[in-house]
């Protein structure tokens, strides 16, 4: 279970949910044999909102606003490091809902208020896939960000 904390922004999709109940059913009856591959893909998939502190609750981001953030990014794996805003000592900027970032941020970061800090728990596929990034992201890596929205379209929290 979730902690109360916990948003569930992006669940499985309905195919991957009717494929699950498929697979336990045939499991139960013992008529397949589980193949880990498949077992694997149906896992859940999307981006999970912890709450670290509020924002205002009135201020959320829409598609095209210009949204400005701290983050530091870990492997859920192991917790290493790949990257962090302040280690460059400036807030990261970008337009949130046009694909300038992966799919997990524009859906986990649009569920936050304005000075809010959460953490973003992004499975691969809502992350980077298959190819991974800059050789410091493995592929299928699923991921964790502990992101704070500073400022949507230069008001400030």
Do not use: C
Not at 15 to 35: C, G, Y
Not at 83 to 111: C, H, L, M, Y
């Amino acid at each position: 279970p979730l902690p109360s904390t916990s948003t569930l922004i992006a669940p499985r999709t309905l195919h991957q949910e009717m494929l699950s109940n498929a697979i336990s059913i045939a499991l139960k009856t013992r008529s397949v044999v589980p193949n880990p591959t498949l077992l694997t893909y149906i896992r859940t998939m999307g981006v999970t909102k912890e709450l670290i502190s509020p924002g205002d609750g009135s201020t959320f981001p829409k598609q095209g606003d210009k949204l400005t953030m701290h983050y530091h990014g870990t492997l859920a794996e192991n917790g290493k490091k790949f990257d962090a805003s302040r280690d460059r000592g400036r807030p990261f900027q970008f337009t949130i809902g046009v694909g300038q970032v992966i799919k997990g941020w524009d859906e986990g970061v649009s569920q936050m208020s304005l000075g809010e800090k959460a953490t973003l728990k992004i499975t691969s596929d809502f992350g980077y896939g298959t190819r991974g990034a800059g050789g410091v992201i493995p592929p299928n890596a699923d991921l964790n960000f502990e992101v704070e929205l500073l400022g949507i379209n230069g008001k400030s929290a």
